[in-house]
């Protein structure tokens, strides 16, 4: 209370300027240091679409995010977000302008951001359960036990409702655990005014009147909530013989008691809270608490963004595996992550994305063969509930099964953005679901008896649904839904469902075009552009018109292997990167090692698809090409040589460390055992030996 009653208290007015140490009592001094502690930790992490000390808002960082949130005395309202979702970047301004806008509510109650799409916070995002982007939670004060937070807030984003979302918020908190630098929000009875009419308070008591709906007097509340020699009360539903004995004409009204006890109307010109709350600040006497020193995000920390890569030219005309691979990654061990188990309806679909890229995905060979090896774990599965740790094993090759390999390395290269907020994950999702499209036409038995043979819709289909299930940008899902709906069943051929996905991708190009999500460096246009494909436009009576045939065999060629450039994929060097790519390597494998040695965990999940999948594991050749094997084996193989393999099945570090612990101590139980039965035979031979006999 402190806060709110600090110039109440002990301070005459106005009030003599003292130090914050005057102000609080030692327990409050201890909290506070602590929350400088804590707040900057929570400040300093670095983000792509907020900047720590450069927006308004708590940039955290995994790690931090626990210790900030656990047992905090202030609420939090945090939005998980991905800066690989174009909404999400066209809502940050929205964010920002909430953030500036309650920043003097902050000690009762903090804005937030996490960036899920930042590798080093998957892990967190996993933990907090978010499905999609961008996700928003709040987080009660003085919580001990782990939560995922609270969702309350609806499709309406407006920072208008999501403050007043965060007062019932603060107003639900339990009075013990209600953060003490939020003052009393709830109303005063209109009868209670009297009582403090001609008294000497020393300090100004504002009292907003107000509808029994209306926000404006708890948001002015908060507004003043750091600020001493005032307090702000609400009266609210007064009825009309009340108002007219204030001479207060119509609410929302502002009735001010001085500190000597006299009193009045205040007219303001507008009814407003902005109007409202400028009027009372500037009340003479009236100045922030010391306690506002508290550091802000604002202003604090102003540290560059350290997310800056060094540029990778590319070819446009091509497709670059490194940005299939590093979005197959982000699907199956970022987005995926968000669900801890897969039942249903997202089973199946993730099965069938499964069959889709084991069948059609034109990958190199150990990604092949871990896809096949998932598919055929997958389909022999008779389990109707498979936990997502059992797939990310999988995916990671916990086994350490020779010639299974995915990147966990993002890398974009066709897909690179001039800022790193941009492009990334969506570009490549785009390039992933059009390969399979043209590879599904160009090679059309590719899927016999997989049970998506039928239908020349199949890819587009299971394309939606794991845009439904998986895909974190819900508009994006909800858009795609509607376009699928209008047009997606009159599709007959292969042939038509590419056309169907390179015209349904122009048409959010068309609608996305001069958002903020769009890269200045890659504006959004109606693709192919004539420099890449001549041939696909034409002009029809000075109208221009596609050449849909040619559209076709472009699409076809742009998306096949042959168009597939390998440059920046793992195991590959390229000139001038040779050292580089090595270094990233044995980093990469290093990380690879430690995780896999945090994570022991018990590989039976692996096993209960039988031994057809152990089989496929035991390094059995797939029909997959042999492009690229030689480099990207070469990483599995460095992977390799941190085990030790037996029986074809792999020991890691740990396994190998725990087996010595075992063997020695097994060998100094032996020995105690030992001298143990040798003290007591000894013993024993003395007692009863008869040296006289
Ligand atoms: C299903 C889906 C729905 C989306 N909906 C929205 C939305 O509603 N609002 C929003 O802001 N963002 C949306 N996005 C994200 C948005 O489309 C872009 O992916 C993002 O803005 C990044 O743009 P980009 O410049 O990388 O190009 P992208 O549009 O992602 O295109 C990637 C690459 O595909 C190729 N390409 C471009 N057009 C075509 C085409 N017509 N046919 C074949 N290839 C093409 C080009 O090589 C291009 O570089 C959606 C993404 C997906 C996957």
């Not at 849909?548 to 440059?567: A, E, P, R």
Request: proline letters at 6%; glycine letters at 6%.
């Amino acid at each position: 209370m402190a806060a709110a009653d600090g110039g109440r208290a002990e301070g005459g007015f106005p009030a003599p300027r003292r130090g914050w140490r005057t102000l609080l009592p030692p327990p409050l001094l201890l909290l506070l240091l602590l929350l400088l502690l804590l707040l900057s930790c929570a400040s300093p992490g670095r983000s792509r679409l907020y900047q720590a000390g450069v927006d308004p808002v708590w940039v955290l960082r995994a790690g931090m995010v626990r210790q900030v949130l656990r047992d905090s005395p202030s609420a939090w309202l945090v939005q998980f977000y991905s800066s690989s979702c174009g909404h999400c970047v066209s809502f940050a301004p929205t964010w920002r302008a909430l953030a500036g806008d309650v920043h003097e509510w902050d000690p009762a109650i903090r804005v937030g951001v996490l960036d899920c799409g930042d590798e080093e916070n998957y892990g967190t995002c996993k933990e907090y359960g978010i499905p999609y982007y961008p996700t928003f939670r709040y987080f009660r004060a003085f919580t001990r036990q782990f939560t995922t937070g609270e969702s309350r807030l609806g499709a309406d984003r407006e920072p208008q409702t999501v403050r007043q979302t965060m007062i019932d918020f603060l107003q639900n908190h339990s009075r013990e655990a209600k953060p003490p630098a939020c003052p009393p929000l709830e109303p005063m009875q209109p009868e209670d005014i009297f009582a403090l009419f001609d008294k000497n308070l020393l300090h100004y008591t504002a009292v907003i009147f107000e509808k029994t709906d209306s926000y404006v007097g708890r948001e002015v509340i908060l507004d003043l909530s750091q600020y001493e020699n005032i307090v702000v009360k609400r009266v609210s539903g007064a009825d009309a013989v009340f108002l007219e004995k204030l001479n207060i004409p119509s609410v929302p009204s502002t009735y001010l008691i001085y500190p000597n006890g006299s009193h009045g109307f205040i007219p303001i010109l507008k009814p407003l809270r902005s109007f409202f709350s400028s009027y009372l600040k500037s009340l003479h006497g009236v100045r922030r608490k010391l306690l506002s020193q508290l550091p802000t995000p604002v202003g604090q920390n102003r540290e560059e963004n350290m997310d800056v890569k060094e540029w990778k030219d590319f070819d446009k005309s091509k497709l670059y595996m490194a940005d299939l691979e590093s979005g197959l990654h982000y699907l199956l061990r970022v987005e995926l992550a968000t669900h801890k188990t897969l039942e249903g309806a997202e089973l199946k679909t993730f099965k069938d994305v499964v069959i889709l890229l084991a069948k059609l995905f034109p990958g190199q060979q150990p990604v092949m063969k871990l896809l096949e090896t998932l598919e055929v774990w997958l389909v022999s599965l008779p389990l109707d509930k498979i936990p997502y740790d059992a797939i990310l094993d999988l995916l990671n090759n916990k086994m350490r099964i020779s010639g299974l390999f995915l990147t966990n390395r993002i890398q974009w290269v066709g897909c690179q953005g001039s800022r790193p907020e941009l492009r990334g994950y969506t570009c490549s999702f785009w390039k992933l679901f059009h390969t399979l499209t043209v590879q599904a036409a160009l090679r059309p038995k590719a899927l016999l008896n997989t049970g998506l043979e039928d239908s020349p819709q199949a890819v587009l289909r299971t394309m939606e649904r794991c845009i439904q299930s998986f895909f974190g940008c819900r508009d994006c899902a909800q858009h795609f839904a509607e376009m699928a709906r209008e047009s997606l069943s009159s599709l007959k051929t292969l042939d038509e469902a590419v056309l169907w996905l390179w015209e349904k991708h122009n048409v959010v190009n068309a609608r996305v075009a001069g958002d903020l999500s769009e890269d200045p460096k890659f504006p959004k246009v109606q693709w192919p552009t004539p420099d890449i494909c001549p041939a696909c436009h034409e002009e029809i009576k000075g109208a221009h018109a596609w050449n849909k045939d040619q559209v076709l065999q472009f699409l076809k060629h742009h998306y096949s292997s042959d168009n597939i450039v390998y440059t920046y994929t793992e195991g590959q060097a390229h000139p001038g990167e040779g050292v580089l790519q090595e270094e990233q390597e044995k980093s990469q494998l290093r990380k690879e090692g430690q995780r896999n040695e945090e994570k022991l965990q018990d590989p039976q999940t692996l096993l209960v698809a039988g031994p057809r999948v152990v089989d496929r594991w035991m390094g059995q050749d797939s029909p997959v090409k042999d492009r690229g094997k030689k480099g990207a084996e070469s990483v599995v193989q460095e992977d390799m040589k941190q085990a030790v393999s037996f029986l074809g099945v792999g020991f890691s570090n740990v396994d190998m460390s725990l087996c010595i612990v075992l063997y020695i101590a097994s060998s100094l139980f032996l020995m105690i055992m030992y001298f143990f039965f040798r003290m007591r035979s000894k013993r024993w031979k003395v007692r009863y030996s008869r040296p006289y006999v």
